[in-house]
Antibody, heavy 116, light 110 residues
Framework: QVQLVQSGAEVEKPGASVKVSCKAS????????MHWVRQAPGQRLEWMGW????????KYSQKFQGRVTITRDTSASTAYIELSSLRSEDTAVYYCARGFYSSSSWGQGTLVTVSS | QSALTQPASVSGSPGQSITISCTGT?????????VSWYQQHPGKAPKLMIYDVSNRPSGVSDRFSGSKSGNTASLTISGLQAEDEADYYC??????????FGGGTKLTVL
């Protein structure tokens, strides 16, 4: 069965960067797009970007352009999201989600806390 | 890209039907049949309930249905059950090749 397993919780200081991983199994990794979505405490889901795991093409939300980088390692069937210049408002649960226009499989979420 | 517009909350009694709306623009909801609906219980990852406006993934109850008219999509839940109480989010593909989510709707089963 499809599984997306994310890396553990992170605590970072303002101005730092964080990199979250999402290891996929149970399907052909390079045949799908992987989305990254975040959710601040008590807030809505917010789409951040996607990567075509096959060719590595990416697309980012304008809100995060310049601060976010999504990559993948096909040999490890793993996608990554890196967010830089962290601020307190970036405290959120970050999810990876497999799919094209919709996502039937989601990771368990990774809590990133930004605090001095 | 602004969030799609959803009502903040809806409520209904067990057995009743409710509808949640999701309003966008011709650049997202109105322009593509790629509207999805997600259910999220507290502390859990979202679960896909409807994709491509009106299709149900395998395993999702047929009490859940979706539709679209113009720039507004809708999720209808019939025969409300206690376990349906959750947050619901719509999402849409956009003309910028991005996705956008709605603000979320809290469903309360009275």
């Amino acid at each position: 069965q499809v599984q997306l397993v994310q890396s553990g919780a992170e605590v970072e200081k303002p101005g730092a960067s964080v990199k979250v991983s999402c290891k996929a199994s149970g399907y052909s990794f390079t045949s799908y797009i992987m989305h990254w979505v975040r959710q601040a405490p008590g807030q809505r889901l917010e789409w951040m970007g996607w990567i075509n795991a096959g060719n590595g093409n990416t697309k980012y939300s304008q809100k995060f352009q310049g601060r976010v980088t999504i990559t993948r390692d096909t040999s490890a069937s793993t996608a990554y999201i890196e967010l830089s210049s962290l601020r307190s408002e970036d405290t959120a649960v970050y999810y990876c989600a497999r799919g094209f226009y919709s996502s039937s499989s989601w990771g368990q979420g990774t809590l990133v806390t930004v605090s001095s | 890209q602004s969030a799609l517009t959803q009502p903040a909350s809806v409520s209904g009694s067990p057995g009743q039907s409710i509808t949640i709306s999701c309003t966008g623009t011709s650049s997202d909801v109105g322009g593509y049949n790629f509207v999805s609906w997600y259910q999220q219980h507290p502390g859990k990852a979202p679960k896909l309930m409807i994709y491509d406006v009106s299709n149900r993934p395998s395993g999702v109850s047929d009490r859940f249905s979706g539709s679209k008219s113009g720039n507004t999509a809708s999720l209808t839940i019939s025969g409300l059950q206690a376990e349906d109480e959750a947050d619901y989010y719509c999402s849409s593909y956009t003309s910028s090749s991005t996705l956008v989510f709605g603000g979320g709707t809290k469903l309360t089963v009275l």
